[in-house]
């Protein structure tokens, strides 16, 4: 089994830091225009909630960096994760229609990549893994890639 | 190949019957709003649009030629950027043919070609003429068959002498609906639970009736919501076997080789092939009424459609309505699936329900509750404690309704009370197999396991809260059932 890169927690941080920022301006914005007039003020709201939410997203990003494991087995790519609902997904390699690498802005600035494999079932864009350093990744694509490959030569339906 | 030419007249009239309303609307806008020759200028503008919608159609029906090759369908298209396709036979799941009254009146047909592979239709044909439209269902399956042929005639030979006989022969009808069995499967077509919109919505609608009815005495006013609520379902269960009848009039399932190919529809027909090869999944469908007088339904997923965008809106229905005994075989038939004794789930499931239902319940009572005295006098609010009362009924009905049987050939997963959803599938058709354990599933030491495939219409086929360690050893067994399958493919 494998971890993914200890630097994704830095991004998920980063998700959880702009979710708590917007939560608190919206909760801000309501104690200002206060529509039930419990005249309540508004920065120590704003704050409050942004304190709270913030300490929130990055516990779940530690979970959820704790409990995601993923394994490339022999002819099954094997993936577990999730906090509050526990998904573990297994994807054997004759399915793999194509393989992704992702790389937003952030996780450039992180060296960081996602690697998305498809499938022809309804719910193949769903297995992808998150934070994995770059070439992490790009090996994981290609050895993906190469087992679809050597796999089966018949159309994946 | 042209298109037929009363293609271009039946194109133009549906783009302006599409765009008339908005003319319509800015005709009587301006006729209104404008001084005289503005309204000659837009009078001219509407006539210039109909010329220019008419030249287009007359440009794409000149650019637009098709060819049906040995092996390829060959499509060259577009008016100003031009573009040529081939699409080998090999890749293509259905041929659908449909034929709106207009068209029928016309003598065309609409050919819609699928492939797996995107999410809209590869190719439509609009229009050719309904016997060209014949031909190429019939030869694309040929064609399709002669090829398969040439590549495993071997298989053929050793396996499977009753399909490879049957290819031969002529279309045998496998199911023809009957006008009495079509009235009662628009009967029975109706789904109970909308009834029961009328009780949950009550808190919401009362506020605004009030003023009307507030007036009425006690008895009376029992009445009146009595009345309204049978009209109301009433309506609701006319409109839906009216629906179901215009679906499915005249429906026939034929068998020639490989491939189903049905018809139906009242104003508009459909015909389609479903080829077996690509079966995805079998799903045998049984709401409360159809289970109550031992009816089914069955339908077959294949992995030419998108979700939802059959044509039916869903998976293709095989078999809308006919005794359960009679949708066992045919589903035996497409899929031979053993004996359809499932293992139950475990009972702490049925207690999970409870405790849920239970908050459920108590959330429609608390709100029925509120209502009556936050807002405004509500005379009934304590009907909603019947709820309460419903709620273990409901969790043992939909705990009973469980079950699933997997082994290295098929997995079986059966679930749901007012539609009972029995889903067959093949275990060489998995895709992925995904576990899930919710929080609360955990609790109760539960787990939930979704056989993905590639076909993708009348939900998942999911085995729903069993023992979490039975869960992983599922997982563990369709794996190896399919690793087997390709070994066994392969050597």
């Known amino acids: ?157 | 190949m042209k298109l037929h030419p009363l293609s271009v007249p039946y194109r133009v009239g549906k783009r302006a019957v599409s765009f008339g309303w908005a003319i319509v609307v800015g005709l009587a806008g301006a006729s209104s709003a404008l001084p005289g020759r503005w309204r000659l200028a837009a009078a001219a503008l509407v006539v210039l649009a109909l010329l220019a919608l008419v030249g287009h159609e007359v440009a794409v029906h000149r650019r637009f030629a098709y060819a049906l090759t040995a092996s390829t369908l060959d499509i060259s298209s577009g008016v100003l950027s031009r573009r040529e396709r081939e699409i080998p036979l090999g890749r293509v799941q259905n041929v659908d043919v449909s034929r709106n009254v207009v068209q029928r009146a016309l003598g065309i047909a609409t050919v819609n070609v699928e492939t797996a592979g995107g999410g809209e239709t590869e190719v439509v044909l609009e229009c050719v003429s309904a016997a060209e439209a014949d031909r190429l269902q019939t030869e694309i399956r040929r064609l399709k068959r002669a090829a398969a042929g040439e590549t495993d005639a071997s298989e053929a030979a050793t396996g499977d002498g009753s399909r490879a006989g049957a290819a031969a022969g002529a279309p045998e009808t496998v199911f023809e609906l009957d006008d009495r069995h079509l009235l009662l499967a628009s009967a029975l077509s109706f789904d109970v639970r909308l009834a029961s919109i009328g009780f949950v919505a009550q808190p919401f609608v009362w506020p605004f009736l009030a003023d009307e009815f507030g007036g009425l005495g006690g008895a009376l006013l029992a009445v009146a919501i009595a009345v309204g609520a049978l009209a109301v379902v009433l309506a609701l269960w006319a409109a839906s076997a009216f629906r179901t009848f215009v679906r499915y009039y005249g429906f026939r399932l034929t068998r020639a080789g490989d491939d189903l190919r049905y018809e139906r529809g009242l104003f508009q027909r459909y015909t389609g092939t479903i080829p077996i090869e690509k079966l995805q999944t079998v799903v045998v469908r049984e709401t409360v009424l159809q289970r109550r007088f031992g009816y089914a339904s069955l339908a077959v997923e294949t992995a030419g459609y998108a979700p939802g965008s059959g044509p039916s809106g869903g998976s293709e229905a095989a078999v809308p309505l006919a005794t359960r005994r009679q949708v066992l075989a045919l589903a035996r038939d497409l899929e031979p699936v053993g004996d359809l004794d499932l293992a139950p789930a475990p009972t702490r499931a049925r207690r999970r329900y409870l405790g849920r239902y239970a908050i459920l319940a108590g959330a429609a009572v608390a709100l029925a509750a509120g209502v009556h005295y936050l807002v405004t006098p509500y005379p009934f609010w304590w009907l909603s404690l019947a709820l309460v009362a419903v709620v273990p009924v409901a969790a043992h009905y939909r705990w009973r309704h469980l079950g699933r049987a997997v082994d290295g050939e098929h997995a079986v997963a059966r679930r749901g009370f007012w539609t009972r959803r029995t889903h067959v599938v093949p275990i060489d058709r998995v895709q992925t197999v995904i576990e899930r354990e919710t929080l609360f599933q955990r609790r109760w030491g539960l787990a939930s396991v979704v056989i993905d495939t590639a076909g993708s219409g009348g939900g998942d086929a999911a085995v729903v809260d069993v023992d979490a360690a039975d869960a992983a050893g599922l997982v563990a067994t369709v794996t190896a059932g399919l690793r087997e399958h390709l070994v066994r493919r392969r050597g």
């Open chain 1, 1 to 157: 089994m494998e971890d993914l890169h200890p630097r994704v927690r830095l991004l998920w941080t980063a998700g959880a830091f702009v979710a708590a920022a917007v939560l608190g301006a919206i909760a801000g914005a309501l104690a200002w225009f206060d529509p039930l007039s419990l005249s309540l003020p508004p920065l120590a709201v704003a704050g409050t909630v942004f304190g709270v939410a913030f300490v929130v997203g990055v516990t779940y990003a530690a979970l959820r960096y704790r409990l995601w494991r993923f394994e490339v087995r022999e002819d099954t790519l094997y993936i577990e994760r999730g906090v509050v609902t526990r998904v573990r997904t297994v994807v054997p390699y004759v399915r793999v229609q194509h393989v992704d690498n992702r790389r937003g802005p952030l996780a450039r600035l992180l060296g960081l990549g996602t690697v998305v494999v498809y499938t022809a079932g309804s719910r193949g864009a769903d297995v992808s893994v998150p934070g994995l350093a770059a070439e992490r990744a790009l090996a994981l694509q290609d050895r993906l890639r190469d087992l679809a490959i050597e796999s089966d030569p018949t159309d994946a339906v």
